[in-house]
């Protein structure tokens, strides 16, 4: 009622659909999901999702807007609870939880494990393109060697269930990891670190 009729309105939202707030609308056509990553002043990802009654050409139209702004915008096929990152965020972190409340490791050595591991990986380039290098024969020779010992490891995890019993005890664990940090402004820390891997990127050319 506020906006033109040509105005696209995109909603921030980490987890709802666009198909379920937009039935409603007068123009619902012009409505979609533009979701920044934390923190959105630095990290360039943005993920855009149409719902059922987007027009496809607002989901370009914002693409490119996000691509002037530097924004590095990927466009959803189709909708899905907690779109993309969240969904491999949360898969992460639900094995992390679930390896300290079975007493596997302390949850510093979760942090070091991806810190001093996958993660410097993950910073340069992908899972995809991880899995191509992970031998010299690339991604299909990797998943013929890796894939029957990975789905041992899938077969193998529980799953995580939120409880007030298990969040004490993570709570616990992270506030001991977090004396190692306190002489150091976290928030800080991590945008200036932010800072400099992005800068890394672009001279590699990976941006």
């Known amino acids: 009622a506020y906006c ?102 302390s949850a510093e050595d979760v942090d070091v494990a991806i810190t001093s591991g996958p993660g410097l990986r993950w910073a340069l380039f992908g899972p995809y393109i991880n899995m191509q290098l992970a031998n010299q024969k690339g991604f299909k020779e990797a998943i013929h060697h890796l894939g029957p010992p990975m789905t041992e490891w899938w077969n193998d995890m529980h799953a995580f269930q939120h409880s007030d019993e298990t969040t004490e005890l993570l709570e616990a664990q992270t506030n001991q990891l977090l004396t190692q940090y306190k002489d150091i402004d976290l928030y800080q820390t991590r945008d200036k670190g932010l800072v400099d891997i992005l800068k890394l990127r672009q001279q590699l050319k990976l941006d």
Do not use: M
């Open 4 to 105: 033109p009729e040509h105005t696209i309105i995109a909603s921030s939202s980490s987890g709802l659909k666009v198909s379920d707030f937009q039935k409603e609308a007068q123009h619902p056509e012009r409505i979609l999901l533009g979701h920044p990553f934390n923190p959105p002043h630095l990290l360039p990802l943005v993920e855009i999702v149409g719902g059922n009654l987007t027009d496809p050409q607002i989901l370009k139209q914002a693409s490119e807007f996000y691509k002037q702004l530097g924004k590095n915008p990927i466009v959803l096929n189709k909708e899905v609870k907690g779109h993309v990152a969240n969904r491999l965020q949360a898969a992460l972190w639900r094995e992390a939880f679930s390896l300290v409340e079975q007493g596997v490791c």
